[in-house]
Protein backbone atom coordinates (compact mmCIF):
# COMPACT_ATOMS: atom_id res chain seq x y z
CA UNK A 1 0.00 0.00 0.00
CA UNK A 2 2.90 2.31 1.09
CA UNK A 3 4.79 1.66 -2.44
CA UNK A 4 1.47 2.53 -4.32
CA UNK A 5 0.57 5.33 -2.65
CA UNK A 6 4.28 6.18 -3.79
CA UNK A 7 3.54 5.71 -6.86
CA UNK A 8 0.57 7.28 -7.54
CA UNK A 9 1.47 10.80 -5.98
CA UNK A 10 4.49 10.81 -7.55
CA UNK A 11 2.59 9.99 -11.15
CA UNK A 12 0.63 12.90 -10.37
CA UNK A 13 3.11 15.65 -9.79
CA UNK A 14 5.72 14.89 -12.35
CA UNK A 15 2.95 14.35 -14.96
CA UNK A 16 2.37 17.97 -13.35
CA UNK A 17 5.94 19.18 -14.13
CA UNK A 18 6.66 17.97 -17.50
CA UNK A 19 2.98 18.91 -19.13
CA UNK A 20 1.43 15.56 -19.06
CA UNK A 21 2.58 13.64 -22.40
CA UNK A 22 6.22 14.16 -21.35
CA UNK A 23 5.89 11.59 -18.37
CA UNK A 24 6.41 8.74 -21.48
CA UNK A 25 9.86 9.32 -21.21
CA UNK A 26 10.62 7.88 -18.30
CA UNK A 27 7.79 5.48 -17.69
CA UNK A 28 9.24 3.85 -21.36
CA UNK A 29 12.61 4.01 -19.69
CA UNK A 30 11.62 2.25 -16.66
CA UNK A 31 9.24 -0.40 -18.23
CA UNK A 32 11.99 -1.21 -20.24
CA UNK A 33 14.57 -1.62 -17.39
CA UNK A 34 11.72 -3.89 -16.03
CA UNK A 35 11.58 -6.18 -19.16
CA UNK A 36 15.00 -5.89 -19.19
CA UNK A 37 15.57 -7.66 -15.59
CA UNK A 38 12.64 -10.38 -16.75
CA UNK A 39 13.93 -11.22 -19.21
CA UNK A 40 17.67 -10.95 -19.81
CA UNK A 41 18.11 -12.08 -15.70
CA UNK A 42 21.46 -11.89 -14.06
CA UNK A 43 23.69 -11.33 -16.88
CA UNK A 44 26.33 -9.12 -18.49
CA UNK A 45 24.12 -8.76 -21.55
CA UNK A 46 21.62 -7.11 -19.19
CA UNK A 47 23.59 -4.65 -17.50
CA UNK A 48 25.02 -4.15 -21.03
CA UNK A 49 22.07 -3.88 -22.21
CA UNK A 50 20.31 -1.14 -19.70
CA UNK A 51 23.62 1.08 -19.91
CA UNK A 52 23.49 1.15 -24.08
CA UNK A 53 19.40 1.82 -23.52
CA UNK A 54 19.23 4.34 -20.52
CA UNK A 55 22.31 6.00 -21.77
CA UNK A 56 21.72 6.36 -25.67
CA UNK A 57 17.88 7.65 -24.37
CA UNK A 58 19.18 9.99 -22.81
CA UNK A 59 21.67 11.25 -24.99
CA UNK A 60 18.84 11.71 -27.71
CA UNK A 61 17.13 13.55 -25.13
CA UNK A 62 20.01 15.81 -24.86
CA UNK A 63 20.65 16.00 -28.72
CA UNK A 64 16.56 16.68 -29.43
CA UNK A 65 16.18 19.41 -26.54
CA UNK A 66 19.18 20.80 -25.70
CA UNK A 67 19.93 24.87 -26.09
CA UNK A 68 22.90 27.33 -25.10
CA UNK A 69 20.84 28.32 -21.77
CA UNK A 70 20.31 26.18 -19.04
CA UNK A 71 17.00 23.91 -19.69
CA UNK A 72 14.66 22.86 -17.15
CA UNK A 73 12.94 20.15 -18.77
CA UNK A 74 12.17 16.20 -18.90
CA UNK A 75 16.21 15.28 -19.33
CA UNK A 76 16.61 17.32 -16.07
CA UNK A 77 15.48 14.40 -13.54
CA UNK A 78 15.74 12.22 -16.06
CA UNK A 79 19.75 11.92 -15.87
CA UNK A 80 18.84 11.09 -12.09
CA UNK A 81 16.54 8.02 -13.66
CA UNK A 82 19.16 6.94 -15.95
CA UNK A 83 21.90 6.48 -12.96
CA UNK A 84 19.09 4.64 -11.11
CA UNK A 85 17.94 2.40 -13.52
CA UNK A 86 21.56 1.40 -14.59
CA UNK A 87 22.69 0.69 -11.04
CA UNK A 88 19.65 -1.45 -10.75
CA UNK A 89 20.97 -3.44 -13.19
CA UNK A 90 24.35 -3.60 -12.24
CA UNK A 91 22.60 -4.72 -8.55
CA UNK A 92 20.50 -7.70 -9.85
CA UNK A 93 23.73 -8.50 -11.25
CA UNK A 94 25.62 -8.52 -8.58
CA UNK A 95 22.97 -10.07 -6.79
CA UNK A 96 23.75 -13.62 -8.81
CA UNK A 97 27.38 -13.73 -7.61
CA UNK A 98 28.66 -15.99 -4.68
CA UNK A 99 29.16 -13.54 -1.52
CA UNK A 100 33.16 -14.08 -1.68
CA UNK A 101 32.72 -12.57 -5.38
CA UNK A 102 31.30 -9.45 -3.92
CA UNK A 103 33.12 -6.02 -2.30
CA UNK A 104 31.71 -5.10 1.03
CA UNK A 105 29.94 -2.27 -0.91
CA UNK A 106 28.18 -4.71 -3.44
CA UNK A 107 27.09 -6.53 -0.58
CA UNK A 108 24.96 -3.57 0.36
CA UNK A 109 23.44 -3.28 -2.26
CA UNK A 110 22.92 -6.66 -4.26
CA UNK A 111 19.72 -7.98 -4.69
CA UNK A 112 18.86 -11.34 -3.85
CA UNK A 113 15.66 -11.28 -5.47
CA UNK A 114 13.94 -9.88 -8.61
CA UNK A 115 11.92 -7.05 -8.22
CA UNK A 116 8.40 -6.74 -8.80
CA UNK A 117 7.07 -4.02 -11.40
CA UNK A 118 5.41 -2.10 -8.36
CA UNK A 119 8.51 -2.16 -6.55
CA UNK A 120 10.44 -0.47 -9.79
CA UNK A 121 8.19 2.00 -10.12
CA UNK A 122 7.96 2.91 -6.83
CA UNK A 123 11.87 3.09 -6.82
CA UNK A 124 12.16 5.38 -9.99
CA UNK A 125 9.36 7.59 -9.08
CA UNK A 126 9.92 8.12 -5.52
CA UNK A 127 9.14 11.76 -4.68
CA UNK A 128 12.49 12.28 -2.21
CA UNK A 129 14.81 11.66 -5.29
CA UNK A 130 13.12 11.61 -8.54
CA UNK A 131 13.84 15.71 -9.71
CA UNK A 132 17.52 16.22 -8.46
CA UNK A 133 18.20 12.79 -6.77
CA UNK A 134 19.98 11.85 -4.58
CA UNK A 135 21.15 8.33 -5.72
CA UNK A 136 19.46 5.13 -3.21
CA UNK A 137 19.65 1.81 -4.18
CA UNK A 138 16.67 -0.49 -4.97
CA UNK A 139 17.62 -2.51 -1.43
CA UNK A 140 17.28 0.91 0.45
CA UNK A 141 13.80 1.43 -0.88
CA UNK A 142 12.43 -1.96 -0.12
CA UNK A 143 13.86 -1.36 3.55
CA UNK A 144 12.21 2.05 3.36
CA UNK A 145 8.58 0.17 2.51
CA UNK A 146 9.05 -2.48 4.92
CA UNK A 147 10.14 0.31 7.64
CA UNK A 148 13.48 -1.05 8.43
CA UNK A 149 14.63 2.58 7.82
CA UNK A 150 13.64 3.88 10.96
CA UNK A 151 14.64 4.18 14.06
CA UNK A 152 11.99 2.71 16.24
CA UNK A 153 12.04 -0.28 13.59
CA UNK A 154 8.48 -1.83 12.12
CA UNK A 155 7.06 2.30 13.48
CA UNK A 156 7.75 5.09 11.10
CA UNK A 157 10.89 7.28 12.15
CA UNK A 158 10.79 10.02 14.85
CA UNK A 159 12.75 12.21 12.43
CA UNK A 160 10.88 15.66 12.18
CA UNK A 161 13.56 16.89 13.98
CA UNK A 162 16.86 16.55 11.45
CA UNK A 163 14.44 16.74 9.05
CA UNK A 164 14.02 20.42 9.36
CA UNK A 165 17.61 21.16 10.39
CA UNK A 166 18.47 19.95 6.02
CA UNK A 167 15.45 22.22 5.26
CA UNK A 168 16.36 25.35 7.18
CA UNK A 169 19.96 24.63 6.31
CA UNK A 170 18.69 24.56 2.29
CA UNK A 171 16.19 27.24 2.79
CA UNK A 172 19.60 29.57 3.97
CA UNK A 173 21.71 28.59 1.35
CA UNK A 174 18.59 29.07 -1.35
CA UNK A 175 18.64 32.43 0.51
CA UNK A 176 22.32 33.47 -0.29
CA UNK A 177 21.94 32.31 -3.92
CA UNK A 178 18.49 34.31 -4.15
CA UNK A 179 20.14 37.22 -2.86
CA UNK A 180 23.76 36.82 -4.75
CA UNK A 181 22.78 35.30 -7.80
CA UNK A 182 21.34 38.63 -8.87
CA UNK A 183 24.80 40.33 -8.78
CA UNK A 184 27.16 37.61 -9.84
CA UNK A 185 25.28 36.02 -12.78
CA UNK A 186 26.99 33.77 -15.90
CA UNK A 187 25.90 35.75 -18.70
CA UNK A 188 27.90 38.84 -17.11
CA UNK A 189 30.95 36.78 -17.73
CA UNK A 190 30.11 37.41 -21.71
CA UNK A 191 29.05 41.12 -21.34
CA UNK A 192 31.73 43.94 -22.81
CA UNK A 193 31.97 45.45 -19.37
CA UNK A 194 33.17 41.97 -17.79
CA UNK A 195 35.89 42.51 -20.53
CA UNK A 196 36.88 45.49 -20.15
CA UNK A 197 37.88 44.90 -16.63
CA UNK A 198 41.32 44.36 -15.14
CA UNK A 199 42.85 41.02 -14.79
CA UNK A 200 42.71 41.35 -10.84
CA UNK A 201 38.76 42.25 -10.87
CA UNK A 202 37.54 39.29 -12.89
CA UNK A 203 39.83 36.98 -10.59
CA UNK A 204 38.16 37.76 -7.69
CA UNK A 205 34.49 37.89 -9.41
CA UNK A 206 35.14 34.23 -10.16
CA UNK A 207 36.07 33.36 -6.77
CA UNK A 208 32.75 35.13 -5.79
CA UNK A 209 30.48 33.78 -8.43
CA UNK A 210 31.69 30.16 -8.44
CA UNK A 211 30.61 29.96 -4.50
CA UNK A 212 27.56 31.55 -4.85
CA UNK A 213 26.60 29.60 -7.78
CA UNK A 214 27.36 26.52 -6.00
CA UNK A 215 24.42 27.11 -3.31
CA UNK A 216 21.96 26.69 -6.70
CA UNK A 217 23.01 23.13 -6.10
CA UNK A 218 23.22 23.01 -2.22
CA UNK A 219 20.12 24.29 -1.83
CA UNK A 220 18.08 21.67 -3.86
CA UNK A 221 20.24 18.80 -2.20
CA UNK A 222 19.73 20.36 1.20
CA UNK A 223 15.42 20.29 0.88
CA UNK A 224 15.70 17.05 -0.40
CA UNK A 225 17.30 15.51 1.80
CA UNK A 226 15.12 16.14 4.12
CA UNK A 227 12.29 15.28 2.71
CA UNK A 228 14.66 11.53 2.54
CA UNK A 229 15.37 12.22 6.06
CA UNK A 230 11.06 13.18 7.22
CA UNK A 231 10.70 9.38 5.25
CA UNK A 232 12.75 7.12 6.70
CA UNK A 233 15.99 7.01 3.58
CA UNK A 234 18.00 9.16 5.07
CA UNK A 235 18.38 6.71 8.16
CA UNK A 236 21.90 5.53 8.62
CA UNK A 237 21.81 3.46 11.60
CA UNK A 238 23.88 4.37 14.73
CA UNK A 239 26.91 5.91 15.39
CA UNK A 240 29.76 4.84 17.69
CA UNK A 241 27.95 6.95 20.97
CA UNK A 242 24.78 5.10 19.75
CA UNK A 243 23.20 8.21 18.32
CA UNK A 244 21.18 7.97 15.45
CA UNK A 245 22.17 8.87 11.93
CA UNK A 246 20.09 10.48 9.12
CA UNK A 247 22.96 11.24 6.88
CA UNK A 248 22.15 7.77 4.32
CA UNK A 249 20.76 10.29 1.85
CA UNK A 250 23.17 13.54 2.07
CA UNK A 251 24.47 14.91 -1.02
CA UNK A 252 25.96 17.28 0.86
CA UNK A 253 28.86 18.09 3.73
CA UNK A 254 28.17 21.69 4.43
CA UNK A 255 30.99 22.24 6.96
CA UNK A 256 33.28 20.45 4.97
CA UNK A 257 32.46 22.36 1.62
CA UNK A 258 33.07 25.47 3.61
CA UNK A 259 35.75 25.02 5.06
CA UNK A 260 38.47 22.98 2.96
CA UNK A 261 41.22 24.35 1.14
CA UNK A 262 41.63 21.20 -1.09
CA UNK A 263 40.06 20.58 -4.65
CA UNK A 264 39.33 17.02 -3.53
CA UNK A 265 37.67 18.01 -0.02
CA UNK A 266 34.99 20.29 -2.22
CA UNK A 267 34.85 17.49 -4.58
CA UNK A 268 34.50 15.11 -1.62
CA UNK A 269 31.79 17.32 -0.09
CA UNK A 270 29.92 17.91 -2.96
CA UNK A 271 27.14 15.78 -5.07
CA UNK A 272 28.25 12.78 -2.95
CA UNK A 273 25.74 10.34 -3.34
CA UNK A 274 26.60 10.64 -7.56
CA UNK A 275 30.10 10.51 -6.66
CA UNK A 276 29.66 7.35 -4.83
CA UNK A 277 27.41 5.77 -7.63
CA UNK A 278 30.19 6.84 -10.01
CA UNK A 279 33.07 5.58 -7.97
CA UNK A 280 31.06 2.37 -7.23
CA UNK A 281 29.38 1.56 -10.77
CA UNK A 282 32.02 2.92 -13.19
CA UNK A 283 35.37 3.69 -11.60
CA UNK A 284 36.16 0.31 -9.44
CA UNK A 285 34.41 -1.92 -12.58
CA UNK A 286 36.66 -0.76 -15.01
CA UNK A 287 39.80 -2.51 -12.47
CA UNK A 288 40.64 -4.73 -15.85
CA UNK A 289 42.14 -1.67 -17.27
CA UNK A 290 45.24 -2.19 -14.87
CA UNK A 291 45.59 1.78 -14.96
CA UNK A 292 44.11 3.99 -11.90
CA UNK A 293 44.81 7.35 -14.39
CA UNK A 294 42.80 5.46 -17.28
CA UNK A 295 39.95 4.62 -14.60
CA UNK A 296 39.62 7.87 -13.68
CA UNK A 297 39.82 9.41 -17.27
CA UNK A 298 36.92 6.74 -18.65
CA UNK A 299 34.91 7.84 -15.25
CA UNK A 300 35.12 11.51 -15.39
CA UNK A 301 34.25 11.42 -19.60
CA UNK A 302 30.93 9.59 -18.57
CA UNK A 303 30.57 12.53 -15.96
CA UNK A 304 30.92 14.66 -19.18
CA UNK A 305 28.27 12.90 -21.21
CA UNK A 306 26.21 12.26 -18.48
CA UNK A 307 25.36 15.68 -17.62
CA UNK A 308 25.07 16.66 -21.47
CA UNK A 309 26.52 16.87 -24.84
CA UNK A 310 27.62 20.72 -24.82
CA UNK A 311 31.97 21.09 -25.12
CA UNK A 312 31.50 22.99 -21.60
CA UNK A 313 31.19 19.93 -20.02
CA UNK A 314 34.01 18.00 -21.74
CA UNK A 315 35.91 21.19 -20.98
CA UNK A 316 35.58 21.15 -17.02
CA UNK A 317 35.62 17.27 -16.29
CA UNK A 318 39.45 17.30 -18.22
CA UNK A 319 40.34 20.12 -15.79
CA UNK A 320 39.30 18.76 -12.77
CA UNK A 321 41.02 15.44 -13.84
CA UNK A 322 44.26 17.89 -14.19
CA UNK A 323 43.83 19.52 -10.98
CA UNK A 324 42.98 16.53 -8.75
CA UNK A 325 46.33 14.63 -10.14
CA UNK A 326 48.23 18.10 -10.20
CA UNK A 327 46.73 18.71 -6.06
CA UNK A 328 47.88 14.96 -5.16
CA UNK A 329 50.85 15.71 -6.11
CA UNK A 330 51.51 18.84 -4.08
CA UNK A 331 50.29 17.26 -0.73
CA UNK A 332 52.72 14.47 -1.44
CA UNK A 333 55.52 16.64 -1.67
CA UNK A 334 54.30 18.35 1.50
CA UNK A 335 53.64 15.15 2.95
CA UNK A 336 57.46 14.05 1.88
CA UNK A 337 59.56 17.36 2.71
CA UNK A 338 60.14 18.09 6.38
CA UNK A 339 60.76 21.50 5.70
CA UNK A 340 57.40 21.78 4.18
CA UNK A 341 55.50 19.91 6.82
CA UNK A 342 56.99 21.62 9.28
CA UNK A 343 55.48 24.78 8.09
CA UNK A 344 52.21 23.42 7.29
CA UNK A 345 52.09 22.49 10.77
CA UNK A 346 53.78 25.39 12.25
CA UNK A 347 52.11 29.24 13.40
CA UNK A 348 52.11 29.98 9.84
CA UNK A 349 49.39 27.94 8.53
CA UNK A 350 46.65 30.45 8.91
CA UNK A 351 48.33 32.20 6.14
CA UNK A 352 49.30 29.44 4.25
CA UNK A 353 45.56 28.72 4.79
CA UNK A 354 43.93 31.65 3.73
CA UNK A 355 46.15 31.46 0.41
CA UNK A 356 45.22 27.95 -0.68
CA UNK A 357 41.77 28.91 0.20
CA UNK A 358 41.95 31.98 -2.38
CA UNK A 359 43.82 29.69 -4.81
CA UNK A 360 41.26 26.97 -4.75
CA UNK A 361 38.05 29.02 -5.14
CA UNK A 362 39.49 30.84 -7.96
CA UNK A 363 40.53 27.52 -9.51
CA UNK A 364 37.52 25.74 -8.58
CA UNK A 365 35.54 28.50 -10.79
CA UNK A 366 38.05 28.39 -13.52
CA UNK A 367 36.61 24.88 -14.82
CA UNK A 368 32.85 25.61 -13.91
CA UNK A 369 33.03 28.78 -16.34
CA UNK A 370 32.27 26.37 -19.49
CA UNK A 371 30.25 23.79 -16.95
CA UNK A 372 28.05 26.39 -16.96
CA UNK A 373 28.19 28.12 -20.34
CA UNK A 374 28.18 25.23 -22.20
CA UNK A 375 29.14 26.09 -25.70
CA UNK A 376 32.77 26.53 -27.15
CA UNK A 377 32.07 30.26 -28.34
CA UNK A 378 30.88 31.63 -25.06
CA UNK A 379 33.95 29.93 -22.55
CA UNK A 380 36.51 30.42 -25.07
CA UNK A 381 35.80 34.44 -24.95
CA UNK A 382 35.63 33.91 -21.19
CA UNK A 383 39.11 32.02 -21.20
CA UNK A 384 40.54 34.20 -23.55
CA UNK A 385 40.00 37.68 -21.61
CA UNK A 386 41.52 35.82 -18.48
CA UNK A 387 44.30 34.52 -20.43
CA UNK A 388 43.75 30.71 -20.02
CA UNK A 389 45.30 31.34 -16.25
CA UNK A 390 44.06 28.35 -14.93
CA UNK A 391 45.72 25.97 -17.68
CA UNK A 392 48.84 27.57 -17.62
CA UNK A 393 48.88 27.80 -13.94
CA UNK A 394 48.22 23.76 -13.90
CA UNK A 395 50.33 22.94 -16.46
CA UNK A 396 53.39 24.66 -14.94
CA UNK A 397 52.67 23.10 -11.49
CA UNK A 398 52.52 19.98 -13.37
CA UNK A 399 56.18 20.92 -14.74
CA UNK A 400 57.38 21.95 -11.73
CA UNK A 401 56.36 19.73 -9.03
CA UNK A 402 59.15 17.25 -9.71
CA UNK A 403 62.01 19.56 -9.54
CA UNK A 404 60.77 21.01 -6.43
CA UNK A 405 60.32 17.10 -5.28
CA UNK A 406 63.92 16.72 -5.68
CA UNK A 407 65.18 20.41 -3.70
CA UNK A 408 62.73 19.76 -0.79
CA UNK A 409 62.57 15.67 -0.17
CA UNK A 410 65.69 14.31 1.17
CA UNK A 411 66.97 11.40 -0.95
CA UNK A 412 66.82 8.13 0.73
CA UNK A 413 70.14 6.39 1.51
CA UNK A 414 70.97 3.29 -0.37
CA UNK A 415 70.31 0.76 3.30
CA UNK A 416 66.82 3.69 3.91
CA UNK A 417 65.66 2.48 0.01
CA UNK A 418 66.51 -1.77 1.12
CA UNK A 419 64.31 -1.32 3.71
CA UNK A 420 60.87 0.21 1.97
Given amino acids: MCKLTC ?93 SQMSAEQKKSALSSTPSILEVFGFSYFYGGFLVGPQFTLLSYQKLVSREMSDVPGQPP ?51 WVKINLYKYISCWLITEGVCVLSGLGYNGKNEKGEHQWDACANVRVWLFETTPLFTGTINSFNINTNAWVARHVFKRLKFLGNKLLSQMFTLFFLAIWHGLHSGYLICFSMEF ?99
Wanted: glycine fraction near 6%; include cysteine.
Fill in 322 to 420: IIVNVEKQAQSLVRDSPLLASIAQSHLYPLVYVVQQLIHWLFMGYPLIPFCLFTYDKWLKVYSSIYFCGHIFFFIAFLVLPYLRKVFVPRKRGNEKKED
Fill in 158 to 208: SSVVPALKRFGLGLITLSIFTIGGVHYTDNYFLTDEFEAHPFWYKCVYILV
Fill in 7 to 99: VFDFFVLHADLTAGSQVCHSLLCVVIQFLLLRLMGRTVTCVLSSFIFQMMYLLMGYYYTATEEYDIKWTMPHCVLTLKLIGLALDYYDGGKEE
